[in-house]
């Protein structure tokens, strides 16, 4: 699948592109290809450079072009990181995710397996049931959840949200590693349980090595996924030491009616950053296995 | 000789892992196995939630206080509640408008995207950008550029001289309303116009050639040859925009809070302000259990999209 789409890619997408004058590119490729990309790109633009302005100047639109920085300055992030706790913040986000992800993925690739190889009486419906929890959003379930964590004790601690992400965690990449067990030929796990191999042996040494690169996206999404995770996040976590960095961002940066928008700004860049430079490695997995799981 | 032995050899093996296979590999128990760390989290952490959920509308929760059945009393106090019938209608408006812009939009940038240009790579991935990183961070950007005080787009048309006075974007409930959308949509494009773009990379190039040989205008390749070809994958991108667009929280928690005058609340921030702020368990399970009759219309439309595929596989192939 991944080499037709290779394929398809290197040859030209329309028929007859070479027949366009370059005026009439012009206007209907590159003029609307840039507005596009002002949009999309203008408010990290503006969340770079928020970061880095002095109060005075945030303020002043009518002495300074508030598009540039004149006197670039490092108070704002320093307020960040020494007089809130957003380092803490970056540490919880880091572990719960890392967590989360790792549990959800060892659910996911059994669960995967099971669904796709071992193709169990009923695999088809747990895997049409799989796909159905993907459908359920945490805005309808955290109040019962809020309940639940209150009842178990885990309320206010990481334990509520490493244990509540693999729910919409679990789902996705299960999918994605299902749709990934599928395009590995069957054959070479009949070799191996001809050569005696047992289902575990197979699917430790033969599947889930050349399952890496679905391994690594299946990864970087839940990883993405639970960084991101807000309404969770926000309901389960009360104490400041505790939350996660959107949470902490959106809720403790806010003092009464006092905007700090410079460190409200450097605080959305650093915790964007990870995720960015994170799925910049990786982008082509991503976008890959994007598209292929829409695919299926 | 050398035949022979192989051939033994391969019999002898194939033996052994029969046996085994029938002694502790029967595929129910393996799979049975197999599912059971996914099942016990989906079970215990989604299932029973969603079970819950529902028991919880029919009851008076109170944070901190275990409720009784009381029937349905909370739909009945909602269905006479104005703010709740704002909502629904918020949410409404919210996940169509929402919706139809993404589409029509992120198709336009997949098609812009599909064409021959450098750096090709490079604009995917940075296209991509806004889908990547929280919502709730780039809500904060957007709540900074919407202010009312020191917006940039107010300042830069009142430079250009297209308004008198800075638009209060999140204080008044019309531009309040129109602000959370566009920021919403600027959230969903990339994602529609990658996967999109995916599905117009599996439309044969030879197909286009054809329609060119045969005299047909741009749109008129567009309208009988690309559109025809994407709908499988139109169906399954949009039903995901609607349902993320319909559960909505972060965005609106983040800018408005609901507010100006409840005109942007949606009915999962209605249900989360009731519920934890208010402290009202009860009724604001209600209101998300209220959501459920709209996800599943969506999910069966999505199904029903899927049926449709299979047909046109049929026929495509």
């Known amino acids: ?296 | 000789m050398f035949v022979d032995t192989k051939s033994q050899r391969r019999a002898s093996a194939r033996a052994a892992p029969a046996r085994r296979f029938r002694l502790g590999e029967s595929r129910g128990a393996m799979g049975l196995l197999f599912m059971l760390p996914a099942a016990a989290v989906l079970l215990l952490f989604l299932a029973y939630p969603l079970g819950l959920g529902v028991w919880l509308g029919m009851t008076d929760t109170r944070v901190g206080r275990a409720g009784q059945y009381i029937g349905f009393e909370n739909y009945e106090m909602l269905w006479t509640d104005s703010v709740f019938w704002t909502s629904v209608f918020n949410t409404l408006l919210y996940t169509v408008a929402a919706s139809i812009a993404k589409f029509a939009l992120g198709l336009w940038l997949a098609l812009l995207l599909n064409r021959h240009l450098p750096f090709k790579a490079f604009l995917r991935a940075i296209v991509l950008l806004p889908w990547i990183v929280p919502t709730a961070l780039s809500a904060i950007a957007f709540w900074w550029i919407y202010d009312s005080q020191f917006s940039i787009i107010s300042w830069s048309l009142t430079r250009l001289g297209l308004i008198e006075h800075n638009i209060n974007f999140l204080g008044d409930p019309t531009w309040a309303r129109a602000s959370v959308i566009i920021a919403n949509v600027w959230r969903g494009i990339p994602f529609v116009a990658i996967t999109l773009l995916a599905g117009l990379q599996t439309i044969p190039p030879s197909l286009y050639e054809a329609a060119t040989i045969d005299g047909a205008t741009p749109w008129q390749r567009f309208r009988y040859v690309t559109f025809p070809m994407l709908t499988p994958i139109i169906a399954v991108v949009m039903t995901f925009s609607v349902l993320f667009t319909f559960t909505d929280f972060q965005l609106i928690y983040v800018l408005t809070r609901g507010g100006p005058l409840n005109a942007t609340h949606l009915m999962a921030t209605l249900s989360f302000q009731r519920a934890i702020p208010g402290g009202n368990l009860g009724e604001g399970a209600a209101i998300a259990v209220t959501m459920i009759p709209f996800l599943l219309s969506a999910i069966l439309f999505s199904y029903f999209g899927l049926q449709r595929r299979r047909w046109q596989h049929g026929g495509n192939d």
């Open chain 1, 1 to 296: 699948m991944g080499l037709f789409r290779k394929s398809a890619e290197a040859e030209a997408p329309s028929g007859a592109d070479f027949l366009e004058s370059i005026p009439r590119r012009v206007v209907t490729l590159w003029i609307p290809l840039i507005l596009f990309l002002f949009v999309l790109l203008f408010p990290f633009y503006w969340m770079g450079i928020t970061a880095f302005k002095s109060n005075e100047e945030l303020y002043n639109y009518t002495d300074f072009s508030p598009f540039w920085v004149v006197h670039p300055t490092l108070d704002n992030i320093h307020r960040l990181l020494f007089r809130t706790s957003y380092p803490q913040w970056l540490l919880n986000t880091m572990l719960v995710s890392v967590v989360s992800t790792f549990l959800s993925l060892f659910c996911a690739v059994c669960a995967a397996y099971a669904i796709e190889r071992l193709r169990f009486k009923g695999a088809r419906y747990v895997g049409l049931a799989i796909f159905l929890a993907y459908l359920v959003p945490p805005s309808i379930l955290f109040i019962p959840l809020a309940s639940m964590v209150f009842a178990y004790g885990l309320f206010d601690t990481k334990w509520a949200l490493i244990l509540t992400y693999p729910t919409f965690l679990i789902p996705f990449c299960t999918w994605l590693l299902m749709g990934y067990f599928r395009s590995i030929p069957y054959e070479l796990e009949e070799c191996a349980l001809i050569d005696g191999a047992s289902r575990l042996q197979i699917l430790v040494k033969i599947l889930l090595p050349l399952a890496v690169p679905g391994l690594i996206s299946a990864g970087i999404f839940a990883f993405t996924l639970s960084w991101n995770e807000f309404i969770y996040a926000l309901t389960f976590i009360q104490s400041s030491e505790q939350k996660t960095v959107p949470v902490g961002v959106v809720t403790e940066l806010v003092e009464g009616d006092v905007y700090h928008w410079g460190s409200l700004m450097a605080g959305a860049l650093f915790g964007s950053l990870p995720v960015a430079i994170l799925y910049s490695f990786f982008v082509e997995h991503y976008v890959a296995s994007m598209t292929g799981a829409v695919k299926e």
